[in-house]
């Protein structure tokens, strides 16, 4: 039998593993949760890596900029974006319309240190990469950016055109 004040003890251990999925803007961004919850968007909704069709390497530096900075997909395809660092901080990719990005930038200059990981999101701590799985399921001109703060500031996104 274990004794009340161990209980309390694995009680709050057990409960604040709730807040694990989520992450800063610092170096401990190497692992992105295994399983996120997909949620509709108005710019699609995260994939599922079986039904990868096409792969786009984008490449992200401290010039602040993407390259490529624009792309295009067809409605209904699931792509894996593969985001790589070549610099030497943290940089990220979060997919959105312009103005959710921008709303989201604001946010980020008086919360820099938020914690938050989505699946339209991927961090990547500098000279590594990661994969980001998105289906896009939305016609329209969509963005993708740098968030944290003062990347956005300095001109780091670009635009993903998803045709009908």
Same mark, same amino acid.
Do not use: Y
């Given at each position: 039998?274990?004794?009340?004040? $161990?209980?309390?003890?694995?009680?709050?251990?057990?409960?604040?593993?709730?807040?694990?999925?989520?992450?800063?803007?610092?170096?401990?961004? =190497?692992?992105r949760?295994?399983?996120?919850? =997909?949620?509709?968007?108005?710019?699609?909704?995260?994939?599922?890596?079986? =039904?990868?069709?096409?792969?786009?390497?984008?490449?992200?530096?401290?010039?602040? &900029?993407?390259?490529?900075?624009?792309?295009?997909?067809k409605?209904?395809?699931?792509? &894996?974006l593969?985001?790589?660092?070549?610099?030497?901080?943290l940089?990220?990719?979060?997919?959105?319309?312009?103005?959710?990005?921008?709303?989201?930038?604001?946010m980020?200059k008086?919360?820099?240190?938020?914690?938050?990981?989505?699946?339209?999101?991927?961090?990547?701590?500098?000279?590594?990469?990661?994969?980001?799985?998105?289906?896009?399921? &939305?016609?329209?001109?969509?963005?993708? =950016?740098? $968030?944290?703060?003062?990347?956005?500031q300095?001109?780091?996104?670009?635009?993903?055109?998803?045709?009908?």
């Amino acid at each position: 039998m274990i004794h009340r004040p $161990l209980r309390m003890v694995w009680l709050c251990l057990a409960l604040s593993g709730l807040t694990l999925p989520a992450f800063a803007h610092e170096d401990r961004l =190497a692992a992105r949760p295994s399983a996120m919850h =997909a949620e509709q968007t108005p710019w699609g909704i995260a994939g599922q890596a079986k =039904a990868v069709r096409r792969e786009i390497r984008i490449s992200m530096g401290d010039d602040m &900029r993407f390259s490529p900075d624009t792309f295009s997909v067809k409605r209904g395809e699931t792509v &894996r974006l593969i985001i790589t660092n070549a610099g030497a901080q943290l940089h990220e990719l979060v997919i959105g319309t312009p103005a959710a990005l921008a709303e989201h930038a604001e946010m980020m200059k008086r919360f820099p240190t938020m914690e938050h990981a989505e699946a339209h999101m991927a961090h990547v701590p500098a000279g590594q990469s990661r994969a980001l799985v998105w289906r896009f399921n &939305r016609a329209g001109q969509f963005a993708f =950016a740098c $968030l944290i703060n003062g990347h956005f500031q300095a001109g780091m996104r670009g635009t993903i055109e998803v045709k009908p």
